[in-house]
């Protein structure tokens, strides 16, 4: 085969193949050339400890995690506690100061292998750094053992200046202190697997204070009969401004809703304790029910549930729209069969 038909073989479409020469650094490297708006959106979507990695991909992406607005960090990548408070401490001294738009903050291990009052000290660290740098969006999930929750007070010192707009907590003990907090601009709340705290009357009633809340959700919460979290005998839910409500499996003696705006409604309910006192829904749009107790078979327990779902209804009667499960129509029948 002569020149010719080795220059022709190489082209494709009439086009040269241009080749790269090995020792080009500026040809190969091209995650240098990102703008850094972009690098630090990418890194935004990794959790902490991946973003940190990444500074050795290239001279330009060495410092890039310490400018990302969103902080993501989760305790089940260390194997040990100590070794997730260190990382998370340097983080926040490394990180410049800028503000952070987003922070998730997941804490799991067995608490009797640490000491409480460092871990409570260790927590709170991170909730102050979050609200004095103006996050919006906040997500704390504490998961350890013994299951004695948190109390909001002991974790959340008062900032004068609070930016949140989205605050979820989960294994937070949710005391007295909520209440004092305020949250101005906050407009949704989602609470899950919490102990709620009560006054001396047993009444639980901390959403009337937040003068923006749009969307609430509380799943798995309910009171303690021990130690600094008192029964909630009675739960209100107050919003003037409230247009999605969302309860699974809260526990109360007495619940009493006022939420003149309600859009939407969704309730699940199974096994626990719950009986409803109050509910206004003047202008309600969609509900949805899901009723899966299966103490509604036991004689002694109809009477109980008998009440619960009659006020239920007799609040959803303004409702456009009603959704029933299977199972809730299965229940119902048997109550009522």
Known sequence: MNNNDNNSSSCESGKAVKRIPEGDDTATDRLSHLPDFIIHHILSFLETKWAVQTSVLSRSWRSAWKHVPVINLHSLRFREPSSFRRFVDNVLSLRHPFKVHEMI???????????????????AKVAEYALSHGTQHLV???????????????LFSTISNCRLKTLELYGVGIDSGFESYGFPMLTTLKLGQCLLASDKDGVFDPFSILPCLENLVLSHCNHLDRGYLGHVSRLKISGLRLLRLKLDSVWSTSLEIFAPRLKSFRF??????LKFSKLSFPILDHAVIQIDDESSFMEEDKERLMDCVIT??????????????????????????
Not at 142 to 149: A, C, G, I, K, R
Not at 268 to 273: A, I, R, S, T, V
Request: aromatic share 14%; with cysteine; charged share 30%.
């Open 312 to 337: 239920l209804f007799q609040g959803l009667s303004n409702a456009t729209t009603l959704l029933l499960d299977s199972r809730t129509v299965e229940v119902l029948f048997g109550l009522y069969c």
């Open 268 to 273: 699940h309910h199974d096994m626990g304790e």
């Open 140 to 154: 704390f999930e504490l998961t350890v053992v013994p299951e004695d929750s948190y109390r909001f007070s002991d």
């Open 105 to 123: 903050f997941i804490l799991r291990y067995n608490g009797e292998e640490d000491d409480e009052e460092e871990d409570v000290r260790f927590i």
